[in-house]
């Protein structure tokens, strides 16, 4: 049984920093893309970053790109994304993912499995 956790999450002023984690567990990490997405009050949940197994390939939604980073360590079976520049439009459940291969994807339905998600509130 897959399980992704993720941590991270609070209240921050616009312009600060927060990183999020999301731990892995119940099938080989490393073998796996992973992706994040958020998802705002009275909206649809949207692709923020994905990244493939090796860190060889990332990629990121344009409105985040330049300000967020997606990395992984498969030592720790781990996934951050790091947020910098944070701004208001950037309030949302954040939700880690992983993906069905190797690679990553901005599609939902090719992840298959998620995790909780974490409360991220960014003020003005």
């Known amino acids: 049984q897959v399980q992704l956790v993720e941590s991270g999450g609070g209240l921050v002023q616009a312009g600060g920093s927060l990183r999020l984690s999301c731990a892995a567990s119940?099938?080989?990490?490393?073998?796996?893309?992973m992706g994040w997405f958020r998802q705002a009050p009275g909206k649809e949940r949207e692709f923020v970053a994905h990244?493939?197994?090796?860190?060889?390939?990332?990629y990121y939604a344009d409105s985040v790109k330049g300000r967020f980073t997606i990395s992984r360590d498969n030592a720790k079976n781990t996934v951050y994304l790091q947020m910098n520049s944070l701004k208001p439009e950037d309030t949302a459940v954040y939700y880690c993912?992983?993906?069905?291969?190797?690679?990553?994807?901005?599609?939902?339905?090719?992840?298959?499995?998620w995790g909780q998600g974490t409360q991220v509130t960014v003020s003005s």
């Open positions: 993912a992983q993906h069905r291969s190797v690679y990553g994807s901005q599609k939902e339905d090719t992840y298959d499995y």
């Open positions: 119940g099938r080989t990490f490393s073998g796996y893309g």
């Open positions: 990244i493939a197994w090796s860190e060889s390939s990332t």
